[in-house]
């Protein structure tokens, strides 16, 4: 059974820090990875998607990185401003067509002003 | 574009009680879902649809119902409401042709007492 990890639970950094967040699944016979930022009492925002061929995606100060062998991904946000404060979820899709994606619990991050 | 519509944005139920929430998206998306976000827990896949008059279940759809008569509405019934069933539910959409990309509501956050 898929599952999927996020570790640290929380982060708090000082405004500026270029900062990593983690993301494991156990199976690595994935579609493709989703990462998603949630503010609080708010709905799942899209930032980044890999599909299993790719290695990397990229978007402004966010860069996400897929390793299927080792069953990890990276989120690398580079000089974060407290507008990033949030919780970050990464999500799997464990087959193509069967529309299953299986959550981590988040990182809950704070960067501090 | 309003994107994935939601309502209610908030409802109290007594156990026992039946509703129905609903979700609307206007993407012309063939794949929609539900899921129940707890804390502590992630979010969690009830019932998906991979086009009208199709749906199968997720992974918690234990006192769920759900049909898809067209393309733009997936509601969520409860017959019976339990205080287990406390949660925050969010509906997602998704284009079938490719990725998979999934697009979010802002949620309906359910209490049962």
């Known amino acids: 059974k898929q599952e999927v990890t996020q570790i640290p639970a929380a982060l708090s950094v000082p405004e500026g820090e270029n900062l990593v967040l983690n993301c494991s699944f156990t199976d690595s016979a994935i579609y493709n990875l989703q990462w998603f930022r949630q503010d609080p009492g708010k709905g799942l925002t899209s930032l980044l998607l890999?599909?299993?061929?790719?290695r990397e995606q990229t978007s402004g100060r966010l860069n996400a990185s897929l390793d299927k062998s080792s069953g990890r991904s990276t989120l690398y946000i580079a000089a974060s401003q407290p507008g990033d404060s949030a919780t970050y979820l990464c999500?799997?899709?464990?087959?193509?067509?069967?529309?299953?994606?299986?959550f981590g619990t988040g990182t809950r991050l704070k960067v501090l002003a | 574009n309003a994107g994935v519509t939601q309502t209610p944005k908030f409802q109290v139920l007594k156990t026992g009680q039946s509703m129905t929430l609903q979700c609307a998206q206007d993407m012309n998306h063939e794949y929609m879902s539900w899921y129940r976000q707890d804390p502590g827990m992630g979010l969690r896949l009830i019932h998906y649809s991979v086009g009208a008059g199709i749906t199968d279940q997720g992974e918690v759809p234990n006192g769920y119902n759900v049909s898809r008569s067209t393309t733009e509405d997936f509601p969520l019934r409860l017959l019976s409401a339990a205080p287990s069933q406390t949660s925050v539910y969010f509906c997602?959409?998704?284009?079938?042709?490719?990725?998979?990309?999934?697009?979010f509501g802002p949620g309906t956050r359910l209490t049962v007492t």
């Open positions: 890999i599909q299993s061929s790719q």
């Open positions: 997602a959409s998704s284009f079938s042709g490719g990725v998979y990309e999934q697009y």
């Open positions: 999500a799997v899709s464990i087959a193509a067509g069967t529309y299953k994606y299986i």
